[in-house]
């Protein structure tokens, strides 16, 4: 294996580069846009830009898009005001859904406010007949045939291009490498010595000529859009796309998500990681959660870690932020704990507020009378792992899911799941659920145990109601 230098010279180094730079080129330029418009309405417009419709490395379309608006709307983060708001999304063709990148706001046309990234990207289904849906279709439609021949054609002649510079590449490593060999290879037998060299193990691949197929991608681990491998709870595996997969057993479970990939480090070394025993808290006036929760349309999905429902039109409020309800899912048992005791089941309600920050509802759930709202998801379970349930003439009220008493318990967190992000708002209700025990059966035969253990506290404020 060819190892590299402490200066950046090594053959395999620089040609990497190269590769990545010639790859790059093969991505449609985004510069000039050429806005369409998508919808107009009072008050409002909104448009993509043709220009940016492109696939990522994962083979899905990413495109810009933008609202303009006819009044200006005031910042509440620098104060200011903004008219046009550009946002970068991520759209799935396969699945119909998307997630959104980035943000930039714009006093008017070319008068820069401020952008933001989103760490957290969380994939959102598009609903039929809504401005999404339409945005989809404009991003995920084939391309005409003179536009789709031309866009061919110009994608062979630079695989070629990079096809020729690639062979050069791996004709002075080969020769380079069996240089090398040769000088450290000691003395042998002379019908040993007589034998043809061995390629190095990690050349370059020559890519066909004018080929335009893709490698495989790596498959992430919050996105539902490709089938999960088949794994059994324990194995410690790569996935069939190259990415580990993490479980909640064996050598790929929580002790090692920090191991699996660099982007899971904060999975150990993080000091605000979430699930916590919820004890000696504060006992305080909390404001109120205000809770808008409205029957909606939803998708039932089993992603390889648990039931997840995506629905929309809900959020919550609180100290004059709202927050948009994007999917609940399921642990057994609880993952957090209240004064050492641990409960059944727990429901997570994550919630994303326009900045991006994350706050999550836990819903504690003991074994008692059947709930209705959870028998309706295990009534629309797939039969397949990462396949959708989307029923047509049905809606959720998630409201339901919710105790009398809305007192809680609240800390500052992260995400259970890698990348284990932190800087999570922790809302976890204190009077708890019921659920019945064939309810919880249904779900112990998918998920045995699918809970983080919990995780020091490192002297974390906790504040509860009084």
Known sequence: MMSFTTDGTSGMHRYFWRLVTLLASLLPATTGATWQVISAEPGKRVEIDRASVRKDESGKSVALGRIILEKPIVDPKTSSYYRIVEALNRYDCASR????????????????????????????????????????????????????????????????????????ANEALLQKEVKRANLQTPVMEKAETEAPPAPPARLIGHPPVASTARPPAAASARSHAARSPTIKPGDSVASARGTPYWTYEGDSGPDNWSKLKPEYATCSSGKRQSPIDIRDGLRVDLEAIQFVYRPSQFRVVDNGHTVQVEVGGSRISLLGKAYELLQFHFHRPSEERVNGKSFDMVAH??????????????????????????????NNLPLEKNDYVTPPDLSIDVAQLLPENRSYYTYMGSLTTPPCTEGVLWLVLKQPQQISAEQLAIFGRLYRQNARPLQPSFGRIIKESR
């Open 349 to 378: 309600l994550v919630h994303q507020a326009e900045d991006g920050r994350i706050a999550v509802l836990a819903v504690l759930f003991e074994k008692g009378l059947e709930n209705p709202l959870i028998q309706t998801v295990w």
């Open 97 to 168: 859904s998307y997630s959104t990148l980035k943000r930039t706001y714009y006093k008017s046309e070319g008068d820069l406010l401020r952008e933001e990234d989103l760490k957290v990207q969380i994939e959102m289904p598009v609903r039929t007949g809504m401005l999404d849906d339409k945005l989809l279709r404009e991003v995920c439609r084939p391309k005409s045939g003179p536009e789709a021949v031309a866009a061919a054609s110009k994608i062979a002649d630079k695989v070629n291009q990079a096809a020729g510079e690639l062979r050069k």
